[in-house]
């Protein structure tokens, strides 16, 4: 079946714009995770859902980063009044079940650049 | 909070050696520990995990280790191939979060 897809794969952007991630979790996954990953380092944990819950928050870096998973399927990471700090590769991943931990599965990444 | 270390940073092997790479977790809650293998641009992909209740286990070519008194896990790759060449990530979770740490990342280069 379909693996998790995230859109846009590449967004660049001025510094001071607001940006939103999406992320399509693998169907009937239920718990959905969102990472930052800069280049040559491992993912960084942001947040994660199970269902439409936000469960954890504590990886996000600051107020400008909000994420919501209103249905419980997809899921969208926002950036706020951007900046170059900000540029990265961000990543999310799936899970099939909450009560794990059980094993994810990462999407192709969204590539941020802020100009 | 949860850190990863991971050793070495880099590693190179003639093909058909073994490669072992090395994790240790500050965390003695944690009980689920993935290894992810990512290639140039693309995805981490999961290729093998181990849970706290067992000591070693092993899919093909590739093992893993835990030992869980020395908070210490290791991915061991037997008969090399060229296409092993990629980054190896170790992971660490607690409780029933799902939440990961990754260690740093080994870069591994195997040469035909």
């Known amino acids: 079946g379909a693996g998790v897809s995230q859109s846009p794969r590449y967004k660049v952007t001025k510094r001071g714009q607001d940006v939103a991630l999406r992320c399509d979790p693998i169907s009937g996954h239920v718990s959905l995770y969102w990472y930052r990953q800069a280049l040559g380092q491992g993912p960084e944990f942001l947040t994660y859902?199970?269902?439409?819950?936000?469960?954890?928050k504590s990886g996000l870096p600051n107020d400008r980063f909000s994420a919501e998973r209103p249905e419980g399927s997809i899921s969208t990471l926002t950036i706020q009044r951007t900046e170059q700090r900000d540029s990265a590769m961000y990543r999310c991943?799936?899970?099939?079940?909450?009560?794990?931990?059980?094993?994810?599965?990462f999407g192709p990444g969204t590539r941020l650049t802020v100009t | 909070g949860e850190n990863v270390e991971q050793h070495p940073s880099t590693l190179s092997v003639q093909e058909g050696d073994s490669a072992v790479i090395k994790c240790t977790y500050s965390?003695?809650?944690?009980?689920?520990f993935p290894w992810y293998k990512q290639e140039l641009g693309k995805r981490p992909q999961l290729i093998i995990d181990i849970r706290s209740n067992v000591g070693e286990k092993k899919d093909q070519r590739i093992a893993v280790t835990l030992n869980k008194t020395a908070k210490h896990f290791s991915l061991h790759i037997t008969e090399t191939q060229p296409e092993d060449s990629a980054v190896y990530f170790c992971a660490a979770s607690t409780g029933n979060t799902g939440k990961l740490i990754f260690g740093q990342g080994t870069t591994l280069q195997v040469k035909p």
């Open positions: 965390d003695s809650a944690s009980n689920y």
């Open positions: 991943a799936s899970s099939l079940a909450v009560g794990g931990p059980y094993e994810q599965y």
């Open positions: 859902f199970n269902y439409e819950a936000q469960q954890d």
